[in-house]
């Protein structure tokens, strides 16, 4: 037996150690499994947290969940949605494969709420927030909650605004002053200026603005509350 | 009352893991002392294409079973190549069109530490390798995991959650049946030397 063994060691063959890049993944990945096991420790959430309960719920099935789980950090997310999670749906090979947007060009390209939370420097739950979806958009069904009228959770999928889209903040009115700029810049979204020109009553979006406004501290309440501003497209 | 997490570097990996029932983020430390071995472990069984998530799934399956972890262990390194074996074995029988190559034990390794290639050394790897894809799963396991991982018999049958007894008489059962198969496909290398050179 003594003899079997030594054969076996000496055939034991030394495998290359993992790269930091491997290590790296798979300490991402535990990470997660910790992160969602302290998230699932905390208490249910009620009022305006309500989007961020079903974002729980979708976890594991969706990359919008991954992305979250990731929070700010996309590097460290390609990874995984390359090889395994919800099935890559980010992947360029998985569109592909989906034959959805970006491979054909035809539909504009879901982009996830965390693509926008980097470019605006805010994180996944305001950037969603703070998202509209527009007329036409290619929101999936299962998500698609009324945000056709200019709602949105914090967990939603959207696109950026088509470009000559003409949108406003619902909170301060005309696209017109820094304030805007400030909330588009990085986005890639178009700043309309067309409305410059009309009274703030005539403008389209000014009930909900008046509203928002009334809730006191220029918090849109339709957005759940908690933000100073969002998008709203115009018809 | 909670108890602060212990620092990373003065604790046993009993203590850590116990930690981590009440403070997950402790968990994190045995990743880091043992995923080497884990990820060596598995890419001497099992060709490279399978052997990251494998790695992966192994920590994670470790860190949502923790609670099971029998604290009287001080090194967590048996427990996890035991989860890694059984990963492996659970993988295998998911896609059993990946079963063959899952029986190429360390091809892909094999020669990797052995700067003499030479003939002979080559021959004789096969034939071990070969060997071994015809032992019992069950013996294979104990078998590498004993000569491979120098795991004791009580590490190996914590690891496999099988009595010492039972992973002694693997251990001979697997010695016996690699010894034969050996001196079969010796002899029939000196009876054939031309099939040997292929």
């Known amino acids: ?235 | 009352m909670r108890r602060a997490p212990l620092a990373a570097g003065d604790a046993s990996d009993s203590e850590r893991i116990a930690a981590s029932l009440e403070h997950p983020e402790s968990f994190a430390t045995i990743f880091d002392r043992h995923y080497d071995v884990v990820y060596r472990y598995l890419a001497r069984r099992v060709p490279r294409a399978y052997v990251d998530d494998l790695a992966s799934m192994t920590f994670i399956v470790a860190f949502e079973r923790r609670a099971s972890f029998r604290t009287e262990s001080d090194s967590a390194r048996p427990w996890l190549l035991g989860i890694a074996t059984n990963l492996l074995h659970e993988h295998a029988r998911l896609d059993r069109r990946e079963r063959g190559k899952l029986l190429m034990l360390g091809a892909e390794h094999r020669l990797d530490g052995h700067a003499d290639r030479d003939v002979g050394r080559g021959a004789e790897t096969d034939r071990l390798a070969d060997a071994l894809a015809t032992l019992d799963p069950e013996q294979r396991d104990v078998l590498l995991l004993h000569a491979w991982e120098e795991l004791s018999y009580e590490e190996i049958a914590e690891a496999l959650g099988a009595p010492v007894g039972t992973v002694r008489s693997r251990l001979a059962r697997a010695g016996t049946h690699l010894r034969s198969q050996l001196a079969k496909a010796r002899s029939a290398a000196e009876l054939n030397p031309c099939q040997e050179q292929r």
């Open chain 1, 1 to 235: 037996m003594t003899d079997d063994l030594d054969l076996l060691r000496r055939h034991r063959g030394e495998p290359e150690p993992p790269s930091d890049e491997i290590r790296a993944a798979a300490r991402l990945s535990l990470e997660r499994a910790i992160r969602r096991q302290t998230l699932g420790r905390r208490r249910e959430p009620q009022g305006n947290e309500v989007a961020t309960t079903f974002a729980r719920r979708r976890d594991d099935r969706t990359c919008l969940s991954r992305c979250r789980d990731c929070r700010y950090s996309v590097r460290s997310l390609e990874p995984d949605h390359r090889t395994r999670a919800c099935g890559g749906a980010f992947a360029p090979e998985a569109r592909a494969r989906r034959g959805s947007s970006a491979a054909h060009g035809s539909r504009p390209r879901p982009v996830p709420v965390h693509d926008v939370a980097l470019a605006h420097g805010v994180g996944h739950r305001a950037a969603g927030r703070r998202l509209l979806s527009v007329p036409g958009s290619a929101v999936p069904p299962e998500l698609d909650r009324g945000q056709r009228r200019g709602r949105v959770s914090g967990d939603q999928w959207t696109r950026p605004l088509p470009l000559g889209a003409r949108i406003r903040c619902v909170c301060c009115g005309p696209a017109t002053t820094r304030r805007h700029e400030r909330h588009v810049g990085g986005a890639g979204m178009p700043i309309d200026l067309s409305d410059s020109t009309r009274a703030p009553s005539e403008r389209p979006g000014a009930a909900a603005r008046a509203a928002a406004h009334r809730q006191g501290g220029g918090r849109a309440a339709w957005t759940g509350g908690g933000i100073r501003a969002g998008w709203r497209p115009v018809a």
